[in-house]
């Protein structure tokens, strides 16, 4: 499924001279999991692109049309309130200067954690509106469904025992997380042991003290438990006068506490989720007398047999019912739509019919929603903001069209008459007329799509699966009420920054996190600004250039990690390049740009080995080679003025296989496979065949063969594992 749809974006910035525009009619997605790589020259309208899609354009752009759709929603249009939240932890972003991205006065440790303590603020709150939200839906669809007896004390029971469960929870990982801390303590001391400094052995024995206060809990070591006390005792002594000379005394209490604390972080952990159920009927286990997997066996028969196997029934039968009637509504909003159709395909549109017609489509399409669906579908979830703004496009061109030719006729007749009397004036600003025509069809394609959409759904009927459906539920469910639980503490927040530090390949993480920017190289520092950015758990993360300002091994460094962050956490990563030699073995899919469009589009494979549009071939000759050390080939000429786009081939002018057509008219996308296209008038079928230059295609050869030698070098290694 897309991660996220930009459909056809447009965007321009208002200056002085005239609207620059920037992004004309841009549409990519991106699949979950996938890396996308934007490339284009600079001012090719990359960084603007996503910048739209973070919501943090300049305050002189203006989004003329599309939509970017992500969850269900279209970024474009909801309120700042909720972009906000967006932009805090499911979308981040990487810029290419890192240090204007962190605060110069601000120790990297603080700046990490006071981005996870913003961002666990506001997780806490999402989490605690969703549980609610959910569980009360679940509620009004259960009664609706007529046969669950006692639905509101069913709910209020799985309410009340999934809070102790989190509360139970966040008091056992606050305890663990302590742990943690101690051993990270502990790392501490060994290495200023090894150092010889003794000074550091202390700071770190004052470390561990300070964790050693919140390791408590009934899991993991009750209240006054002799062995903490020791070690309290021994540590606190360390901490006020340790030297050299008690290396080994030191050395085997670190040890002591690494092999006492290790068996209990590595062991199952408490399933609190079971636990809450027995604790709120009374039955409190006993972790002194049974051992933990016993008491998660135990706990889990209570909760199964006492609540949830019926529960997930009457999940089940909320989830089906649910269903049917979102179809029987799907029937409804397929007649709505259909009597909207002629309305919207009228050869004038009336305002008051078509501003009716979308009411009731809207609402019909709003009913037909399962609200109990986890993937939102989101061709429904947009439609009214879509059809919305595709109206308010066809009407404001009546008033603005007429306004724009009247002055292009003015500035027209100036430019003769100034001509005339011998003047060079400066040439006149092109019509920007909205396309009323694309307009409605988009319009008509936008409730056509969703009648077929439904149709489809219909004629499927109900996908079943209710049970594996009720068990994702209930898991959501949790997950949800863990957000809302979960406190993020100073203390665990430092613990975590430490961890994220490791993560992106910081050494010695933790005399860093007391560092400032000033006193990391420039790859150390984006290091940390991948780091903040991760630290949200984001699942779209964008890099606009990570890499530029960085010398070529640190350059490769980053790629490295950007990809092995991307795999371990299933990140879907937008990556912008004005190099496409560095994204040769990270992209999936890649998307050219030239002056605001996307000119060619398709897998990394496609556009490496098979390009197609002559500014693509421009690019890989321009790559600088790193095997060959071979000199670049630069694109002759300049990009267009883009407050003046011209009105055919954007890169005509500077094109050596341009035709008469080119200067004359856009072209269209023409399709080479169903993963390929490209915009270029060269895959007309009446136009010259034409190859790419030699450079290109030797580049391609070259490429070809070192992909297989690095596949066989593979084979051969997995060979040998085997
Ligand atoms: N705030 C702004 N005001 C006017 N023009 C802008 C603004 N921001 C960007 N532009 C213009 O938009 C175009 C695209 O810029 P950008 O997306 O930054 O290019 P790049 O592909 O290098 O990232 C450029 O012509 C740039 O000059
Ligand atoms: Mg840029």
Not at 3 to 25: M, P, Q, W, Y
Not at 44 to 50: E, H, L, N, Y
Not at 68 to 92: C, V
Request: with cysteine; aromatic share 8%.
């Amino acid at each position: 499924m897309a991660k996220l749809e930009v459909k056809n974006l447009t965007i321009s910035f208002r200056t002085t001279n005239g609207a620059v525009r920037a992004v004309r009619d841009v549409s990519f997605d991106l699949q979950e999991g996938e890396t996308l790589a934007i490339a284009g020259e600079s001012g090719s309208g990359k960084s603007v692109t996503t910048r739209a899609v973070m919501g943090i354009l300049a305050g002189n752009a203006m989004v003329d049309g599309g939509e970017i759709i992500y969850d269900g929603k279209d970024l474009l249009k909801i309120p700042e309130e909720e972009f906000h939240n967006l932009r805090g932890h499911r979308l981040a972003m990487v810029f290419q200067d890192p240090l204007s991205a962190l605060n110069p006065v601000m120790r990297i440790g603080r700046q990490l954690t006071e981005a996870m303590l913003l961002n666990n603020k506001e997780r806490r709150r999402d989490g605690r509106e969703s549980f609610n939200r959910t569980l009360k839906i679940l509620q009004d669809k259960m009664t609706a469904e007529g046969s669950v007896s006692g639905v509101q004390d069913k709910i209020k029971e799985f309410d009340s025992f999934v809070k102790i469960a989190v509360r139970q929870e966040f008091a056992y990982k606050e305890a663990t997380e302590s742990m943690v801390e101690v051993l990270d303590g502990v790392d501490e001391a060994n290495d200023a042991l090894i150092r010889r400094n003794d000074r550091d052995v202390r700071e770190a024995c004052g470390r561990m003290l300070r964790a050693m206060k919140h390791v408590y809990n009934p899991y993991t070591f009750a209240p006054g438990d002799p062995l903490i006390a020791s070690f309290t005792e021994k540590l606190g002594s360390f901490q006020r006068k340790y030297t050299g000379r008690q290396q080994g005394e030191m050395g085997s209490l670190l040890q002591e506490i690494t092999d006492s604390f290790d068996p209990k972080l590595k062991a199952e952990s408490p399933n609190f989720f079971c636990i809450g159920y027995s604790v709120m009927h009374g039955r409190q286990p006993d972790p002194a007398a049974r051992s933990i997997p016993e008491i998660n066996r135990e706990a889990r028969r209570d909760l199964d047999e006492g609540f949830m196997l019926s529960f997930r029934k009457d999940v089940e039968k909320a989830l089906e019912w649910s269903e049917k009637q979102s179809l029987e509504e799907k029937k409804k909003a397929v007649e709505a739509l259909k009597a909207a159709l002629p309305v919207f395909g009228a050869g004038s549109l009336a305002q008051d019919k078509c501003a009716e017609k979308l009411k009731e489509s809207a609402a019909a399409v709003e009913r037909s929603i399962d609200p109990l669906r986890l993937e939102k579908d989101n061709q429904a979830y947009v439609y009214r903001s879509g059809v919305k703004a595709l109206l308010e496009r066809y009407f404001r061109a009546f008033r603005q069209n007429p306004r724009e030719e009247a002055r292009y006729k003015k500035d027209t007749e100036r430019f003769e008459r100034d001509k005339a009397r011998g003047k060079t004036p400066p040439s006149v600003i092109p019509m920007n007329l909205i396309d009323i025509d694309a307009a409605q069809k988009s319009l008509i394609d936008q409730v056509s799509d969703l009648i077929k959409h439904y149709e489809s759904q219909i004629a499927s009927g109900p996908a079943g699966g209710y049970d594996k459906r009720a068990e994702d539920m209930i898991d959501y469910l949790k997950a949800r009420a863990e957000d809302y639980a979960f406190k993020l503490s100073q203390g665990m927040a430092r613990h975590r920054a430490i961890e994220l530090m490791k993560e992106v390949g910081i050494p010695e993480p933790h005399k860093r996190y007391r560092q400032y920017p000033f006193e990391f190289s420039g790859g150390m520092r984006q290091r940390i600004v991948i780091a903040i950015a991760l630290s949200a758990n984001p699942d779209i993360l964008i890099c606009d250039e990570p890499t530029t300002a960085l010398d070529v091994t640190i350059q490769a460094q980053i790629l490295e990690l950007i990809n092995r962050l991307k795999k371990e956490r299933r990140l879907s990563v937008i990556f912008i390049t004005h190099d496409l030699g560095v994204v040769a073995n990270m992209a999936d899919k890649i998307a050219i740009m030239y002056a605001g469009k996307i000119v060619e589009y398709g897998t990394a494979d496609d556009v490496f080995y098979d390009p197609r549009h002559p500014y693509t071939w421009a690019l890989l000759s321009s790559m600088p080679d790193l095997e060959t050390k071979e000199k670049l080939e630069a694109i002759p000429g300049t990009p267009p003025d883009m407050i003046l786009p011209p009105q055919g081939d954007a890169f005509a002018a500077r094109n050596k296989y341009a035709m008469q057509i080119d200067f004359e008219e856009q072209p269209p996308v023409f399709r080479v496979s169903p993963t390929h296209w490209a915009a270029t008038w060269l895959l007309h079928p009446d136009a010259p065949h034409v190859e790419p230059p030699v450079i290109v295609t030797d580049r391609i050869r070259r490429m070809q063969e070192a992909q297989k030698e690095r596949e066989m070098k593979e084979a051969v290694k997995g060979g040998t594992e085997a």
